[in-house]
């Protein structure tokens, strides 16, 4: 429900914004769909791509459809296009001289209520079936502000919401702090991602509302990023040192409450073809093992929706479905991270990875040796 195929977080990626261009993204984005299914997921929501120009669509819209096309191997995408911030924001990456890397509404980039409406109308255009915005800043940006400062008016987050869902199209909001998480909900969203700090208040909100939680344990630990967070600079250090005691918390009360998951593992940040590892922070913070495995299954289908899917049925074996079937060398009801080891993934009746009893053995064995 969360990754960015197209983003490598490393000590470049700044960088990368104004050097790599389209094309190298795409051959990335690509690279990390296939690294994506083979390790189990057949189908992923690609949520905001970070690119210099409008031309983004060409990454997980255009990545879309050569999946669909047989042109590459990789899950099902249901795009975003750009993610929807405010100047200066989350998503507007900041620290550039003036004039490098300016962007505006078709990139994502909108203040005010007739430029953000015009923002979401040409996320749609051009492909995107789910919007995402930027309701709160973030650990991994430079943007002015602290995370816990509301980037957006909440009329702004309304007409947001309120324009994707006058054409079916779902919302997401990247809320990681109080109180654009209160803001974000209350406008309308479909699925709130991270909500690193949750209040009681919020809670019953989203009950209320059946708001999905996106957690992105995997990122709040810290340990699982593309790069040590030690090697990261001090203002970002700072901030996710400042976020990870009440993200771990405000998942454990949303997993007693009973508050609707679906698993994102914000892949891009932390590592590709690593998703499932999320799976075991929900159980480690008092998930059950079967409803982690639904998590990423018949919830997350859920959240998704028909119409994101273009009308395809997954998250369940059943006729009608898409089969869509992975197996893995052992039974995850006992131990969550037997998903971290998949051995046969099928995507939509097509075998794209089948190994053999020795090649498990195998696979065990090199397991072990890492582990001594």
């Given at each position: 429900m969360h990754v960015h195929l197209s983003l490598e977080l490393d000590d470049a990626m700044k960088m990368n914004m104004v050097t790599s261009g389209v094309a190298i993204s795409a051959l990335k984005a690509a690279n990390n769909a296939k690294i994506t299914l083979l390790s189990g997921y057949t189908t992923v929501r690609n949520i905001g791509v970070y690119l210099p120009t409008s031309d983004a669509f060409s990454v997980d819209v255009a990545l879309n459809k050569a999946i669909k096309q047989d042109l590459?191997?990789?899950?099902?995408?249901?795009?975003?296009?750009?993610?929807?911030?405010?100047?200066?924001?989350?998503?507007?990456?900041?620290?550039?001289?003036?004039?490098?890397?300016?962007?505006?509404?078709?990139?994502?980039?909108?203040?005010?209520?007739?430029?953000?409406?015009?923002?979401?109308?040409?996320?749609?255009?051009?492909?995107?079936?789910?919007?995402?915005?930027?309701?709160?800043?973030?650990?991994?940006s430079e943007e002015g502000g602290?995370?816990?400062?509301?980037?957006?008016?909440?009329?702004?987050?309304?007409?947001?919401?309120?324009?994707?869902?006058?054409?079916?199209?779902?919302?997401?909001?990247?809320?990681?702090?109080?109180?654009?998480v209160h803001l974000a909900i209350r406008a309308g969203v479909d699925t709130l991602e991270h909500g690193f700090q949750l209040t009681r208040e919020d809670i019953h909100l989203m009950l209320e509302k059946q708001v999905y939680l996106i957690p992105t344990a995997l990122t709040a630990s810290l340990s699982e990023l593309y790069i040590p967070f030690n090697q990261m600079p001090d203002n970002i250090?700072?901030?996710?040192?400042?976020?990870?005691?009440?993200?771990?918390?405000?998942?454990?009360?949303?997993?007693?409450?009973?508050?609707?998951?679906?698993?994102?593992?914000?892949?891009?940040?932390?590592?590709?073809g690593k998703n499932a590892k999320e799976l075991y922070y929900y159980v480690k913070y008092g998930m059950s093992t079967l409803t982690a495995i639904q998590s990423a299954t018949i919830h997350a289908a859920d959240a998704l929706g028909d119409y994101a899917l273009d009308g395809a049925k997954v998250g369940q074996i059943k006729p009608s479905y898409e089969a869509d079937i992975i197996a893995v060398s052992g039974n995850p009801l006992r131990d969550i991270k037997a998903l971290q080891e998949t051995v046969f993934v099928m995507k939509a009746g097509r075998i794209y990875k089948n190994l053999t009893a020795v090649d498990v053995k195998h696979l065990k064995g090199e397991q072990n040796n890492e582990t001594e």
């Open positions: 590459v191997p990789g899950p099902r995408i249901v795009p975003a296009g750009h993610f929807i911030s405010s100047t200066g924001g989350h998503g507007d990456i900041t620290g550039f001289a003036p004039s490098v890397r300016e962007l505006d509404y078709r990139s994502g980039i909108a203040d005010g209520v007739e430029e953000l409406q015009k923002a979401v109308r040409y996320q749609i255009k051009y492909g995107a079936k789910v919007i995402k915005f930027m309701a709160t800043g973030g650990v991994i602290v995370p816990q400062s509301p980037q957006f008016s909440a009329e702004e987050m309304k007409v947001i919401c309120d324009t994707a869902h006058r054409v079916g199209i779902k919302c997401a909001a990247h809320a990681e702090t109080e109180p654009g250090r700072d901030k996710g040192l400042l976020q990870q005691a009440s993200a771990i918390e405000s998942l454990k009360k949303a997993i007693k409450a009973g508050v609707k998951i679906a698993s994102g593992s914000d892949a891009g940040i932390s590592q590709h």
